[in-house]
Structures are given as structure tokens and as C-alpha cells.
């Protein structure tokens, strides 16, 4: 894979986003709760893994950073602008109509939450996250975005002005 190096600006004009995949100690609508912890080794052996639109693999949207914090796995996106699926997210955000996220993991250790009744949740200790999307739904009421940053057309005119300045100084300064 050939990564392009790119300038802050540039790096600062594509679509940020911060909020939550997962929390912990709460039950989501499965009856599920995730212990405090439980994404620990998986976060030491990827802290990035990709996004997808609601957990289908041939939407793959952008990227998500992941950290842990008292309250559940934390995550800073970047949506790719360039594909038509992630502007139609960007959109469907920057107008409120998705908010939520759910995470994709495998599960390596589990207890009921119940004995007499096994299938109605379970105390998640461990899993491996694989992927993580933004969704209509979430399983998770809790997993959500909090924080969107993006440049409107007004903020790109100014950041692309900005560039040509740099570059004309920069020109200049050679001589």
C-alpha cells in the first residue's frame, strides 16, 4: 500500500469525527454489558481498524483510531471524502440524521449475565474489535458521535487561499 504524504491542512480538510463505539457497564438492547477492559489487548495489537456504514464489509467509509477511557472505547474517525458512500454519511451527520455507531468484535471471554437464563446477555470480559461503523441503529444507545469537525465550502475557499499564499512565499523565498 503506497501512503501520500500530505500537509497539515490538507490532513485537517477531510471529515473528523469523536465519540463512542462502545460503552462500558451498561446493557445494550441484546442484554449484552462490556466490561471495563475488555477492548485493552485488542487496542494494543491494532489501535486503528476500518470504518464501515452499518457493518457491511463492501462499505468501508474510512478510519477509526481507538482508545479506552473510563467511560468505553473511545474513537476519532476520518471518513475517505473521496468515496460517494462516506459524503453520503458525512451529509446524513452534518444534518443529524446519524448519530450512533456500533462495533464489530469477536468475543474471547463471556459469562451470563444470568444462569437461569443464558441467552438473555452476557458480561463480556474480552474481545477483539475487527471494525467499527456508523449505523441507523445501534445495539448500543449509548454508542455515539459526539463531536463532528468539518470545513464547509466557505471554510475550504479560505483554506485553499491559505495554501496558495504559502506557496507564492515559499516560490519567493528561493529566489
Known sequence: MMVKAVSPEERDAAFHFKGYLSTYGNADRDGDVINKGAFDDSIKKHSIVPMLFNHDRNKVIGKLELSSDDHGLKVEGTLNLNDPEANRVKELLDMGALDSMSVGMAIKGYDPIDAERPYGGWEIKQADVYEGSV?????????????????????????????????????????
Request: proline share 2%.
Open 135 to 175: 449505523v441507523t441503529i445501534p445495539a448500543n444507545e449509548m454508542a455515539v458521535i459526539e463531536e463532528v469537525k468539518s470545513l464547509d465550502a466557505e471554510d475550504r475557499k479560505e483554506l485553499a487561499a491559505l495554501r496558495l499564499e504559502k506557496r507564492k512565499s515559499e516560490a519567493l523565498a528561493r529566489f
